[in-house]
């Protein structure tokens, strides 16, 4: 073979090998349904500087997503934020709120209203424990705030519209939080978990919430939103030692709103009290029907159990706590 059409040969098989090379590539990069993609920070930029940017990279960690109904593009998430712990005046870890409308492409985030220097603080120096819900036109925020050393505090509700707008915030909170329950000296509100249950379809109708938004541009906005009950169930830890070791008698409560919690029902339902430490409360809903679930730390007594309790009838009569397992 002379060096002419040797050179030939060699640049060939080169350009086949990196075609090859390449064709690979593309399609190892080609993903289809159920394959998993690059992680995404969901902590993204904060376009709003009045929202505190997390200057200094702090961690986020237990958050709580969901997807708008009709739009899967749109998700809002809540997580504890501890982006705070170095703004003066705040100085504590609070809840912050990040969103995205292209599917989890790309986020932007910002703190939750009610924080200490909020022009309408709730009165905690902490916020932890989100929970968040997404109806059409709203998603309802749930947590928990309290103050360190103490036993007071709230359990808190806000309502984030959607409001559809250039700047990427897809959801504009109210300016004002509505308190679900609060605690008091000997009265810890801790593990609150809320669900939605939507009216029958043959009795679904809407309902009219005014809310006064944060962002004062916007005014008061009126929305109309599905009716049905709003459920919130929390522990509280009286801070009375139980029999075991390090125990407390602590109540599995809840409780219903009609009007995504503006407004609660006086009736508040104790699932269980137990002179055991209680967490990871649960709940879920389907037909008429809520199912509450959580752990109880076990002692001498009790072995460590999974409870349970549930309605069948929207919340009227709740069955006393049963172990799961």
Known sequence: MNSSLLRSVVSFCSVAAISLLLAQTVAAQTLTAGDPGANVNIVGPTPDPADIRDF????????????????ADCIICGFNDYRTVDVPGIADAWQGVAMSCDAGTTWTSRIAPGHPLHPAPIGTEFAADPRMIALPGIAVFNFIGGDRDQNSGVLAI????????????????????YIADTGSSGRFIDKPDAVFLPDKAQQQGTITLST???????GTIQRDVPTGK????????????GSGSGSQSVKVLVKDSDNL??????????????????SGISLTAMGDSVLAVWRRAGDN???DSIMYAYTNNRGKKWTKAEVLA
């Open 301 to 303: 007594n009790d072995p």
């Open 158 to 177: 806000q309502h984030w519209l959607e409001i559809n707008k250039e700047d990427a915030d897809f959801y504009e909170p109210g300016k004002f939080t």
């Open 56 to 71: 200094g990279l702090k961690q986020q960690n237990e958050p709580s997503c969901a997807i708008r109904p009709g739009d």
């Open 212 to 218: 006064v938004m944060e962002n004062e541009a916007l």
């Open 230 to 241: 709003l459920f919130v169930a929390f522990a509280v830890f009286t801070g009375s030692e």
């Open 261 to 278: 919690g503006q407004t609660w029902q006086n009736q508040v339902v104790k699932l269980s009290e137990d002179q055991n430490v209680v």
